[in-house]
């Protein structure tokens, strides 16, 4: 008989791939966790999907490709080129490179801006601003046996000192630098954090875990009144892919992993989590386990809690992991969900075996467009009692929509611009809509061809019954591509005086108007007593549809020339707008998390014996405090 | 303008459910929750859906209608009559006073055992077994003038002294009685068991938490080693639907409300919650919160984690429950999951807002036969792979298809035994299937009736490529109907020296058909090991389907004539099941909880760590042990 090399080849390599995942199902907890292994890291040597540099987006070096005091790469921004146009820098997003004519008009138009009136951020980072580290000798001595990597440069510790909240950005921006951390250690798997953990324990070492640093509630701001030596474990390095299983639809990742890897590395074999926050490219597995995250498709692939199989957190009381990767059990309350949402509390969170599903066959945008929100509002809800809600369905207040046609890229064509006026004149002169209340639902649907026209016929025809109007493929698919390019807009404004941020809330459906109404109401108002001499954008979006209610995200920003203490003045407007969620029968987050941010509404949320719960389990499972960055309790 | 009385009155009504339902949102937590509150019961006198008689399906004295040492109604049983037929008498069932001409047969052939060999139970209870009540009299004093229904009486105690698990049931029958409850109370409302847990904590009274009895867990056994005065907190008529909110489609309901009471009442308005454990007539919303409860058709609608909204539990530390009912939230770890799997150790829950749907428009059962259970299993993981199970499939191995043949009703007519024949034909003789080897798998969709019919050809096509037969509608309902007759069988087992138990699992897809032989292999060894004279029932089913993994349902039963100590055969081989289980991915529990029975491998199933977190809750919520079933720690 012939040999077949491929074949064999083959097999070996399914036979070695089928060893491997057995060998991560069986393996058992260490015994000795308790005790430094000087073990060889596992990466080194061992088989895997993604080599150690095939698979970083973000080196050590996060400042050679991102920015110190701004969201995203350093290489693309918004900004006003000499001829007054907006303009979005780089090569890396569709929309890179290209001329945004009705940008600086909507821009100056909402917010009373203006090219002449400037506010600039320091150009570089001042490390003499930088506290010079609290070292721990003890501790760096034990360190420096393990190989683990580390730094004490001022420039890597004040990257992982923040996330982005607006006022962390401003101080940035202003070059005022507060409590950073001492060091930064960058693990390169499991085990080294295991090292880790135990010398923080054993020299009493505050350490903060990080991820993809897209914090926005203060979660990574360093607590000021913190005196021991604080460690940013940057989990950046710990981002392979150790095993897919095809046959159970799991694949078990480090933490470290960012969203856009992950994604981009399961195509590969042809499989995808399907979970897209808006934060993909940067935020972490270890992150989204630790905040609760939800992502943009979750009504096919779930939020976290719906994704993750199994989980291991390294805390000081040792690891903590189930021994089953079972589809669901009942024993006891589920561990998983102390973990979840524990928000750097109780530990590092080092491998997730998480779902996967084969990449969808077709997928296909959509966009319809409303007279007024409370149609578009009654269409949503009505298609989440269906429950025949597309893979994203999204609903954009009239706000939203002009500021959405405020960022259409310079058309390349008269056809298209002439299209574009036919539309416009169809949907408002022809359908009699009006263009300051119609509004605009973007929906990607995704699955087997057939399937999915089956399923866009069925939402249009719902939203049909509501007044909506089919309004075609390019609004929706712009609608997503603007997703990750929503970001650098923050910083554009805060040349030019304008800061704002955006914050979200889960809602019961028959709350949802009030909400959006009565939020936004209060936002204008507190402005106005706050002395805001502008008005300000306050606008907002119904991004998620559940069986009994529904996510708002609210975008509320505002020129602050003239004002003293901008920042205060925002704060005391987000803090409001907070209170009135809150009495409007929302919650206090529905994927952002608490951080330090919301601490204060967290009793109220939980009751006083949930509170002792999770202050229970935070005494046992840290007694002296070494994950002490101070979130939630 | 004419008034329209009936309009005036209806819009009279949704105002008032409106306020009702607004009112049940915004009511807080009560300050006073340390103070005993002699306020009345909110049920006298306040509108709700349900009177307190109609809504009963238990009465305080469960004697009244349901038996002291079986399964289920007094009314209803399994047994042979004067002509040797197994018959099922009663009213209540499908099955209900029809004849099983060829149960005997298969009882005789599969156990060996015979009409001769009777091993039947005490007939009555002898209130001289059970134990004089161990009293608190302060409590009792304080108890009294809170006007809470309660009994010292034998009976009433020793119907709340236990489960269903086989050593529970085997003892009664023999008229044993162990350490039972000293006292029952029946708290009607909410505040009831505020009062309750209060006086508990005072007077040092051990509490245990009951609610329909069908604990397969161990979990209502008395600890033999408690001291305390045991009161066994009866929800039964704590059973009410407070509101039905049919705008965020969610019902606010009473923990003591049975499953069948509480799908017949919100059936009345035209909703369901789908959720149907194998328990529903007799198992309570509290129960299925405390336990992780599973049920049929989670597919559609869920397991009971999916469909709570908001829980309140009352605790010795107070009332425990979020400020808000939004559909999904990240504030913290999910407290809900502190609550969920608890197993009656940390509090009662009262309230629960649960998920409603609208009744589906369209039911069609169905089934498909298999040449194997391999062929079966990888039907089953296609479906699941393409996400479109049915409301419920379920696959039955060889023996549990001839079992199921075992168990059909005297066929009315010659035509449908004539059919039945040809079928048996057609399947065996034509299609080659091996009768010692083909299995079933039941069906059921629901839905519009358009989408069912595409959905049943979508899986009746995928179950073709793995050799499936459509076997008709009758097979597939007559194997669902058979769910609730089930468990009056082992009843008629232990009539005649037959013992046996249900256990689950859940595993991954790639260890399904491991488990299933490895176990059923390992029960036959054991069987014999521990020298049982007749060859044991060892059967599965898988049950349930997930995207990573299935739940396994085993069988087992076995003739201990012959035995000294039949039990102890019995829970050694039971034992020896799960260590098989564990050993092949399978974990602790998908749905049955682990009570006091599967203690023994919580740690290794959820770590030290997950121990200490556990622990360290309950060390917090209830320090004295008030709750001291001794369940999971």
């Known amino acids: 008989m012939a040999s077949n090399s491929s074949g064999g080849s083959d097999r070996q390599r399914v036979a070695q791939q089928r060893l491997r995942i057995i060998t991560g199902h069986l393996q058992g907890r260490e015994e000795g966790d308790s005790t430094i292994i000087a073990a060889e890291c596992k990466a080194e040597g061992s088989q895997t999907y993604v080599s150690r540099e095939e698979g970083k987006t973000v080196p050590r070096r996060r400042q050679e490709i991102m920015k110190w005091n701004g969201w995203g790469y350093s290489d693309t921004k918004f900004l006003f080129n000499k001829k007054g146009q907006a303009e979005f820098t780089?090569?890396?997003?569709?929309?890179?490179?290209?001329?945004?004519?009705?940008?600086?008009?909507?821009?100056?138009?909402?917010?009373?801006?203006?090219m002449q009136h400037k506010s600039p951020a320091a150009p570089v980072l001042n490390s003499g601003a930088v506290q010079p580290p609290t070292l721990n000798e003890a501790f760096l001595e034990e360190l420096k046996s393990t190989g683990i990597p580390f730094s004490h440069d001022a420039e890597d510790r004040v990257y992982r000192a923040h996330g982005h909240c607006l006022h962390e950005i401003f101080a940035l921006r202003e070059g005022k630098v507060g409590r950073v951390p001492d060091m930064v250690v960058w693990p390169n798997c499991h085990d080294d954090v295991v090292k880790i953990v135990e010398l923080a324990c054993k020299h009493d070492v505050c350490l903060i875990p990080y991820g993809g640093g897209t914090s926005v509630s203060s979660g990574l701001e360093c607590p000021t009144e913190e005196t021991r030596c604080i460690?940013?474990?940057?989990?950046?390095?710990?981002?392979?892919?150790?095993?897919?299983?095809?046959?159970?639809?799991?694949?078990?990742?480090?933490?470290?992993?960012?969203?856009?890897d992950l994604e981009r590395l399961l195509n590969e074999s042809g499989y995808c989590t399907g979970h897209e926050p808006d934060s993909m490219e940067f935020s972490s597995l270890g992150g989204w386990v630790a905040t609760r995250a939800s992502g943009m498709k979750?009504?096919?692939?779930?939020?976290?809690?719906?994704?993750?199989?199994?989980?291991?957190?390294?805390?000081?009381q040792g690891v903590i992991e189930k021994s089953c990767r079972g589809p669901r059990m009942s024993t006891g309350p589920d561990i998983h969900h102390f973990i979840m949402g524990s928000e750097g509390t109780l530990g590092v969170v080092t491998e997730v075996t998480m779902k996967i599903r084969p990449m969808p066959e077709y997928q296909k945008y959509g966009s319809v467009v409303f007279p007024n929100f409370e149609q578009g509002v009654a269409c949503l809800r009505e298609v989440a009692?269906?429950?025949?809600?597309?893979?994203?369905?999204?609903?954009?207040?009239?706000?939203?929509?002009?500021?959405?046609?405020?960022?259409?890229p310079q058309v390349s064509s008269m056809f298209t611009s002439?299209?574009?006026?036919?539309?416009?004149?169809?949907?408002?002169?022809?359908?009699?809509?009006?263009?300051?209340?119609?509004?605009?639902?973007?929906?990607?649907?995704?699955?087997?061809r057939e399937k999915v026209l089956q399923h866009e016929k069925q939402v249009y025809d719902i939203a049909a019954k509501f007044g909506g109007l089919a309004a075609g493929e390019d609004n929706g698919q712009r609608g997503y591509m603007l997703t990750f390019v929503i970001a650098y807009l923050r910083d554009l404004g805060m040349e030019y005086y304008v800061i704002g941020e955006s914050f979200e809330t889960s809602v019961p459906w028959d709350r949802v108007l009030d909400i959006c109404r009565n939020v936004?109401?209060?936002?204008?108002?507190?402005c106005k007593n706050k002395g805001v001499q502008f008005q300000p954008l306050s606008t907002c979006r119904v991004t998620q549809t559940y069986d009994t209610g529904a996510c708002v995200y609210f975008y509320f920003a505002f020129n602050y020339r003239g004002l003293s203490d901008p920042v205060h003045v925002y704060e005391q407007v987000e803090r409001a707008a907070r209170e009135e969620i809150l009495a409007n029968g929302g919650s206090l987050s529905h994927h952002h998390g608490v951080g330090k941010l919301r601490k204060e509404w967290m009793r109220e949320t939980v009751s006083n014996v949930g509170m002792g719960m999770l202050q229970s389990v935070k005494d046992y499972v840290d007694p002296k405090n070494i994950f002490g960055n101070r979130n939630l309790l």
């Open 90 to 114: 780089g090569k890396r997003y569709r929309l890179s490179g290209m001329i945004i004519p009705a940008l600086k008009e909507w821009f100056e138009g909402t917010f009373g801006a203006s």
């Open 231 to 260: 460690v940013s474990v940057d989990t950046s390095q710990m981002n392979r892919i150790l095993w897919i299983d095809e046959k159970n639809l799991t694949a078990h990742v480090e933490a470290g992993i960012v969203g856009q």
């Open 298 to 316: 979750k009504n096919i692939y779930g939020n976290i809690e719906d994704l993750v199989v199994h989980v291991k957190m390294v805390t000081p």
């Open 385 to 408: 009692k269906q429950r025949c809600a597309p893979a994203s369905i999204r609903l954009m207040d009239n706000e939203q929509f002009k500021f959405g046609h405020a960022l259409k």
């Open 418 to 448: 002439f299209l574009d006026g036919l539309k416009k004149f169809y949907v408002t002169k022809f359908k009699g809509f009006d263009p300051d209340r119609l509004c605009v639902a973007t929906l990607l649907f995704e699955g087997g």
């Open 520 to 526: 936004k109401a209060r936002i204008i108002g507190e």
